[in-house]
């Protein structure tokens, strides 16, 4: 199990479309995935969960990966939010 | 006061709404009332086929988002559609369908009363955000479950309606502003929304009228009311109008369809004035289907298109592959006229984006400021211009200018941008927005850096005269007549002839017909405004001398206050026996 700290960049924050974005990312993947924000935990792969994170910029998250595959699913997923989902 | 304003005074059959889309309408209406789906527990006897019917109503409910997601994209484009794409990923939630079909089958309850309870937790998080944009996606998730229970209960909501009606509600989702599209709806009003809600958007993508956020509105619907007048001018909605009222309008109605009638004959008639001077007027649009409004208005060409619509209306900033192709359709759509596209003008009352709080926000970080000092958004957007300008009709704009720093900034990163992609020949114009004071006295120094000048009037009159329009206390001191601010108007026509700079002027001042004589008298020729508004000033203009114009223009700079200037225009219209049908802009 990997745990990863990152920081909502992109200036919307999670909003629909980078939401869709990680869970879809998130899909391509077998390893569980976590994502918890002011100590309020959801599964990654649920939009409605990514959405009601309600997570502005500058938001910390703590990512959770545990799977065959999670050290590659943390890397992408990382770089994701940190690059800001391409919205700066 | 206006003589609309008068005869309501007289009753008290209405309510004043946002005045969202132009136009009128009288007649009946369809009140929209989205049917509280109502759950009565059944009680489960075969699991199995309770979650086959809760399986079933998720196919269907996708299949229905699909059509209306293919609609949308019709209508509204793609970006804008975007939000019904979300709405089919919620329906495709594993962790949400997986939670309610393990439920099913350990409780063996209804599986609507599971579905209401599962997606109410969410609801009620996204609710008590301070946050409006998910405030708002709260609406979107309860529309969902609204859908997923209404397929369990297999009823079907009626969103065909009659045809040739409006429609009222106390919100309109995307959803059912789209649908409703298809039945020749004739208008909307809501009790909620403003200017950049999904209905405001299509009804003028649609040339119908709209008012929305009209307080107590389905209330006073329900007082048996039969007919309305949808004023989509000034935001009036009456009720079971009096004959006198259902006169007024019927005239003015009849008044607009034959001014109308008149330009359509006029369309491909030079706007010029009596003793021959050509006036050219554009449109300001914020949605490329306005085009065609423009078009058939008889528009010269885009004077404003505002893109930080865009914005408002998704909530995000647009990527510039989506960008690029925006700005490349409507360059190509207009061609060969020009089409004038401002950069995002944020900040000010244009915040809801950003979670600063700025004490005094009209004097913060908006306009340009925003963009330079967020300078790779600011670049994405001038490389998607760049790339869209092959057409040679492509003029950038730059708001809220204040110094000269800002300008040079700004063509250093557009050369930086330029070089990123290899452009060696330009094929744009650039100009900037005279809407500061500060600005109209460093025109005398731009007539090497930019191509034209486009004088702003609402901001420039708020920040000329110190008043904010939105302030119910002082609003009664803008004054677009006060002569203090013709002054102005006056300097700034003059340094830009001086300059040999191409002036137009945009703002709501260029629509009002009254303002006209005036600002012809100044000396603007380019005139922009909401392509609706464009009939009554080509009017004007082919009514009218520039010799008796200039005369006008000359004594109410001499005036001492904006009454006495007021009293020289009324006069000036009389004189001309110019009529104009003022309540209509």
């Not at chain 2, 059959?13 to 009140?31: C, E, R, S, V």
């Not at chain 2, 958004?377 to 800002?406: C, D, H, T, V, Y």
């Not at chain 2, 601010?485 to 703002?507: H, M, Q, W, Y």
């Amino acid at each position: 199990m990997i745990e990863k700290t990152v920081r909502i960049v992109n200036r919307a924050g999670l909003h629909v479309r980078p939401a869709s974005t990680i869970v879809k990312t998130a899909g391509k993947y077998d390893a569980d995935f976590y994502i918890s924000h002011e100590g309020y935990r959801i599964n990654g792969k649920s939009i409605v969960g990514v959405m009601t994170l309600i997570a502005p910029q500058g938001a910390e998250l703590l990512l959770e990966f545990s799977g065959k595959d999670e050290e590659i699913m943390c890397r992408e997923i990382t770089s994701l939010i940190e690059g800001g989902f391409g919205e700066l | 006061m206006k003589e609309i304003e008068l005869l309501l005074n007289e009753s008290d059959n209405w309510i004043k709404g946002i005045p969202a889309a132009p136009g009128i309408f009288t007649g009946k209406f369809h009140l929209f009332v989205k049917e509280e789906v109502h759950i009565e527990e059944q009680e489960i006897t075969d699991v199995e086929e309770a979650l086959r019917s809760f399986n079933d109503a998720i196919e269907r409910s996708k299949y229905e988002l699909s059509k209306i997601f293919a609609l949308a994209k019709e209508k509204m484009g793609e970006k804008r559609a975007e939000i019904f794409e979300a709405q089919i990923m919620i329906l495709e939630d594993p962790i949400v369908l997986d939670e309610i079909r393990t439920r099913i089958r350990k409780e063996r309850r209804d599986p609507a009363v599971i579905v209401a309870e599962e997606f109410d937790k969410f609801i009620v998080m996204l609710k008590r955000s301070d946050d409006i944009y998910f405030k708002e996606r709260a609406f979107d998730i309860e529309d969902i479950k609204n859908r997923i229970l209404r397929n369990i209960s297999r009823k079907r909501w009626v969103s065909r309606i009659e045809n040739d009606v409006a429609v009222a509600g106390v919100n309109l989702t995307a959803a059912d502003t789209i649908l409703f599209s298809r039945c020749n709806v004739r208008g909307y009003i809501t009790e909620e929304g403003g200017l950049t809600s999904h209905a405001a958007i299509i009804a003028r993508s649609l040339n119908i009228p709209a008012v929305l956020g009209a307080h107590s509105l389905i209330e006073r619907l329900n007082e048996d009311c039969c007919e309305i007048i949808i004023d989509g001018y000034n935001g009036f909605i009456i009720f079971d109008p009096d004959s006198r009222q259902k006169q007024f309008y019927d005239n003015k109605a009849h008044i607009l369809e034959k001014v109308n009638s008149e330009l359509a004959g006029l369309k491909d008639i030079s706007s010029s004035t009596i003793d021959g001077v050509k006036i050219s007027l554009l449109a300001n649009i914020d949605v490329t289907d306005e085009l065609l409004i423009a078009e058939a208005n008889g528009a010269e060409g885009i004077g404003l298109y505002r893109t930080e619509q865009i914005i408002e209306e998704t909530g995000e900033f647009p990527d510039e592959n989506f960008q690029t192709r925006l700005y490349f359709d409507i360059t190509e759509k207009s061609y060969p006229k020009n089409v004038t596209i401002r950069v995002f003008d944020l900040g000010g009352d244009k915040t809801r984006l950003f979670h600063k709080t700025e004490y005094n926000p009209f004097l913060g970080l908006r306009g340009i400021r925003f963009l330079l000092s967020n300078k790779e958004l600011f670049k994405g957007q001038i490389r998607s211009l760049l790339k869209a300008s092959f057409n040679n009709n492509l003029n950038i704009l730059l708001p809220m200018i204040s110094a000269f720093e800002e300008i040079e900034e700004t063509k250093q990163l557009i050369k930086e941008c330029e070089e990123e992609l290899g452009l060696t020949h330009r094929k744009y114009k650039l100009g900037i927005m005279i809407e500061v004071p500060s600005a109209a006295d460093l025109i005398p120094c731009l007539g090497d850096e930019v191509d034209f000048l486009s004088v702003g009037t609402n901001d420039l009159i708020q920040y000329s005269l110190a008043v904010d329009r939105a302030n119910d206390e002082v609003a009664y001191l803008y004054q677009e007549f006060n002569p203090s601010f013709l002054r102005v108007l006056k300097r700034i026509a003059d340094n830009a002839a001086e300059a040999s700079l191409p002036l137009s002027l945009c703002g709501e001042m260029g629509a009002d017909p009254r303002a006209i004589p005036l600002l012809l008298g100044l000396g603007y020729r380019f005139l922009s405004a909401s392509p609706s508004g464009i009939p009554l000033m080509k009017k004007i203009i082919l009514s009218v001398k520039i010799s008796d114009c200039e005369i006008l223009a000359q004594d109410a700079l001499a005036c001492k206050s904006t009454a006495a200037v007021e009293t020289l225009v009324d006069k000036f219209f009389i004189d001309h026996g110019i009529t104009i049908p003022k309540d209509f802009v």
